[in-house]
């Protein structure tokens, strides 16, 4: 009866709350840097919530999140104003959260996913954004939960009043992968923009999301659950799908899905209900009367437009006319903007090393491209690691490009070479000199190893004398292998073919 059963399709949208770098918190002059203080030690009357306080707008989180409305091709509304968000919690000092209720910085953007798959117009999916405001963090709460009666919770205030951007996406996703692909879209402009450090394992990157199965074509949403805790991209795919599959399940076996807040559990893959609709808060937003409405000056939004950083989809087109290096390559390496400035930083290396002339930088670009996204990439998933801790730099992998362009070493020395500078931090020059790798590159020293190798394997001989030509490479091997992989490849297999082809013409 497979026939009969419904079609279902997934409906998610996501909300993204961004931790603001500006030096001070959003309505006070405190350091914002919490993470690094003491716990409570980044305080004051304004943040501790105290009576008769007066909160003051930070300038800087306001241009912040104008120009991350402008990358997302938000409309910047020439007015807005703050309202207070009202509900009991011990981490909410003053009983109220200042956010932005129905007129935020940015409105009606989008954001354009250009998947992996596929080609040109055919990838590009656009997300809407609905909105893009401004919000006070809460302080944070540490819990000490133990069997016997010394259960006890503590405050940190540090965190309270530290500038928030929300990111509201339209209900515009339909696969866990397009929910994993708009958020590392996303969190890749925010860092270009600079505006946030956008750590998810710290909270300066935390994503909820809504989630709701329809029957396909159907033009009415289904009942969403909110799930929250998720903190790594990865566990936001999984709790998307887990969701899917739980609602799913409800449906198929005749229940009924409820609106409700759905928490994560890491530990055990699943997500369990907090929350159900009937226990919402009833918040009563009321404009702030602590703070001004804001009119938003067109000249000031163009002003901060000239200052948007190139954004990815930029960088990628320039990396393809610029060093031609593949469209599916220069996806890669503008996907983090770490990893697009190591890249141009170790060609701008070659350039002021004034070793080639510029037609070579494309064949030279390739190489970096490669590295990077081979060998690089590679070690650094091993070490758990980043490119803003790489110790091996831009510096390093010029160098390293170059040891193998002059002959010094062959490719398969210098992916030893990297291991080694990888674990000491070296250079590759020292690392080099220091080890002894160098290229056999005479002919006469070679030629004696062939000579060994061809006289040690009769039957790969006779193989070739067959007909067989995987026998030259074998024979190849053998003598890399003795040589310890320092003959030059190209000389090796060049007199193996010789040494062969002068044995077939003996009688
Ligand atoms: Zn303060």
Known sequence: ????????ETVIGLEVHVQLQTQSKMFCSCRSDYQAAEANTRVCPVCLGLPGTLPVINRKAVEYTIMTGLALNCRIPGYC??????????DLMKGYQITQFDMPLAVEGYLELESLVGEGDEAKRRIGITRVHLEEDVAKL?????????????????????????????????SAEEAREYLTTLHAILQYLGVSTANMQDGSFRCDANISIRPKGCEEFGTRSEVKNM??????????????????????????????????????SVTVSQRSKEQA???????????????????????????????????????VSQYSVSDYDARLLTSSKDMADYFENTLERKRQSGTIPAPNLEAFAKSVSNWILGD??????????D???????????????????????SVTMAK??????????????????????????????????????????????ADFMNGKDTATRYLVGQVMKITKGQAKPELVNQLVLESLAELKEKP
């Open 1 to 8: 009866m497979v026939g009969l059963l419904t079609e279902y």
């Open 81 to 90: 104003k703050f309202d207070r968000k009202n509900y009991p919690y011990p």
């Open 142 to 174: 540490q819990h000490h939960l133990s069997n016997s009666d010394d259960t006890y919770s503590l405050v940190d205030v540090n965190r309270s009043g530290v500038p928030l951007m929300e990111i509201v996406s339209e209900p515009d996703m339909r």
């Open 231 to 268: 903190n790594s991209f990865r566990s936001v795919y999984q709790a998307i799908q887990f969701e899917v599959d739980r609602q799913h399940q409800v449906i198929e076996s005749g229940g009924r899905v409820v609106q409700e807040t759905r928490g994560w559990i890491e530990e055990r």
């Open 281 to 319: 808060h009833d918040y009563r937003y009321f404009p702030e009367p602590d703070l001004p409405p804001l009119n938003i000056d067109g000249a000031w939004v163009e002003e901060l437009r000239g200052f948007l950083p190139e954004l990815p989809p930029h960088r990628r087109e320039r990396f």
């Open 376 to 385: 690089i990439s590679r070690l650094m998933n091993l070490e758990n690691g």
């Open 387 to 409: 490119v803003a801790s790489l110790r091996f730099s831009p510096d390093h992998l010029f160098e390293l490009i170059g040891l193998v362009e002059d002959g010094s070493i």
């Open 416 to 461: 030893t070479v990297l291991e080694d500078a990888f674990a000491s931090g070296d250079s590759p020059v020292k690392i080099v000199k220091e080890k002894g790798y160098t290229q056999i590159s005479d002919s006469a020293s070679v030629k004696t190893v062939v000579a060994e190798a061809i006289a040690a394997n009769p039957k790969a001989v």
